[in-house]
């Protein structure tokens, strides 16, 4: 199974802007629904944002509402996480998935196709 590619990560101030890009080569790309999960250190993976395979819908979790956006390109089978005004507790290991059952509906728990992860570390 194909699995998605994250980079992008790194450090930034608080403040600070940071965009996350992740690559697909599979060539269902264009049905899946993707996402961005994190997970900070002690704590379990938490949704951030995801994104439905036509583009048209997004959902965001409540502590990123407003200062990140899901954005996806088909021609390049990626999708990008553009984080702005960053805080320390977004520090996190920021990982891309993807559902793989075409499904109509954005469904947390239906990602199953993950990236190895990319580091993102706000600094205050």
């Known amino acids: 199974q194909v699995q998605p590619v994250e980079s992008g990560g790194g450090l930034v101030q608080a403040g600070g802007s940071l965009r996350l890009s992740c690559a697909h080569s599979?060539?269902?790309?264009?049905?899946?629904?993707m996402a961005w999960f994190r997970q900070s250190p002690g704590k379990e993976r938490e949704f951030a944002a995801a994104?439905?395979?036509?583009?048209?819908?997004?959902v965001y979790a409540d502590s990123v509402k407003g200062r990140f956006t899901i954005l996806r390109d088909k021609s390049k089978n990626a999708v990008y996480l553009q984080m702005n005004s960053l805080k320390p507790e977004d520090t996190a290991v920021y990982y891309c998935?993807?559902?793989?059952?075409?499904?109509?509906?954005?469904?947390?728990?239906?990602?199953?196709?993950w990236g190895q992860g990319t580091q993102v570390t706000v600094s205050s």
């Open positions: 599979g060539r269902f790309f264009s049905q899946y629904n």
């Open positions: 998935a993807a559902d793989t059952s075409s499904r109509y509906y954005i469904t947390k728990s239906g990602f199953d196709s």
């Open positions: 994104i439905s395979s036509g583009g048209d819908r997004t």
